[in-house]
């Protein structure tokens, strides 16, 4: 079940818990190539939507400026956990974790992104 995105844009699709309501669709930024995820969020002062680093199990928050949130997500696109970090700061590797989302400190919660909650990515058509 292995995930082939490509540097871009899409959509992240946050499915409610039990049916409960529309999914939630949400701006995304996608970073699968080694120079796209090593870049990630630095030198931002904010986040549209969220950004998927794929493959990744762990982040950091060196030389960022701003709080995020980062949610480590399985193999099928299900949340593992979620953590605020501050700038400066080295986060444990998720041994579960095959992709990283992160977005500006708070958003996550407002998305109702949370353990087990599954997402789907939709990319954009090249065009």
């Keep these: 079940m292995g995930r082939r995105w490509r ?5 992240l699709v946050v499915h409610r818990e039990g049916g409960a309501g529309a999914p939630l ?4 930024e ?8 090593t870049k990630g969020l630095l030198g931002r002062d904010s986040v549209d939507g969220a950004i ?3 493959p990744a199990s762990g982040v950091h928050t060196f030389r960022m400026r701003i709080p995020i949130d980062v949610a480590y ?3 099928r696109l299900r949340v593992v956990a979620v953590r605020t970090m501050r700038p400066g700061r080295l986060g444990l ?5 095959r992709h990283v989302l992160e977005a500006e400190a708070g958003a996550m919660t407002g998305w109702g992104l949370r353990v087990g909650v ?3 990515v939709v990319e954009e058509e090249a065009g």
Excluded: K, N, Q
């Excluded at 699968?32 to 995820?37: E, G, Q, V």
């Excluded at 590797?93 to 974790?97: A, I, T």
């Design 93 to 97: 590797p998720r041994p579960r974790s």
């Design 73 to 75: 997500l399985d193999r």
């Design 30 to 37: 996608i970073a699968t190539s080694y120079r796209a995820r």
């Design 52 to 54: 998927l680093l794929s």
């Design 118 to 120: 599954r997402i789907e």
């Design 25 to 28: 669709t949400v701006p995304l």
């Design 7 to 11: 540097d871009g844009r899409g959509r």
